[in-house]
């Protein structure tokens, strides 16, 4: 595997989590965070894993033990993140995720690696409640940077506009409830996950 076609994962845990009201990277399941388990879950498939983290929680304790890419652009959301591990490694394809999703598996993330061929600027699944496509569980290739930049030129930083209006390489989930996130209170009382105390 040349340099060119490594792919890193980014982990992105850099959200405010308004709408749950308590940092989503500190969620806990059987005594790991949702931040733990996903970074475990990323190396088990890519050469390395970063997390992806606004420059305010950088000292944070569980942030600390992983290496991390602190956002360069401010108030773009996730985008924020993807933008800021291109710019530390541009030549490495990213297997992004999102910190917040507690059934995401081995097979979710090995089908995606699996997909993708370079020949798409994009990889990801379709949604199983929309089938449009699911940007925070995917790749985003080499050749995405120009796409992204010329997306955020016109101030659209919606990573979901982004693939939708893309040559993004669609493909079905393994587990059509992998990629269902915790956003709020009631998704978390409705889940097997806790409040780090």
């Known amino acids: 595997m040349t340099e060119a076609t490594l792919i890193y994962g980014l982990v992105l845990a850099g959200g405010k989590s308004r ?34 983290t606004r420059s305010e929680q ?11 890419i602190v956002d360069q652009y401010d108030d773009m959301g996730p985008i924020a993140g993807v933008l800021s591990a291109m710019d530390e490694h541009p030549d490495v394809a990213w ?3 999102a910190c917040d999703l507690p059934n995401i598996d081995d097979a979710t993330i090995s089908g995606l690696i699996d997909r993708h061929s370079g020949e798409h600027p994009f ?3 379709t949604s199983s409640y929309d089938g449009l496509p699911e940007p925070l569980c995917a790749i985003y290739g080499i050749g995405a940077r120009q796409i992204v930049d010329s997306f955020v030129a016109e101030e659209i930083n919606c990573p979901r506009k982004m693939l939708i209006r893309s040559d993004t390489e669609l493909i ?12 709020t209170p009631e998704d978390l009382a409705n889940s097997s996950i806790r409040i780090a105390g």
């Open 19 to 52: 709408r749950m009201g308590s940092d989503k990277a500190l969620l806990t399941r059987d005594g790991k965070t949702q931040l733990a388990r996903t970074v475990s879950l990323l190396e088990r498939h890519v050469e390395c894993v970063f997390v992806s």
């Open 58 to 68: 950088a000292a944070d304790q569980e942030r600390q033990k992983f290496s991390q």
């Open 95 to 97: 297997l992004v995720v």
């Open 123 to 125: 990889t990801a699944y």
């Open 172 to 183: 079905a989930q393994p587990n059509p409830q992998a990629l269902d996130n915790i956003n």
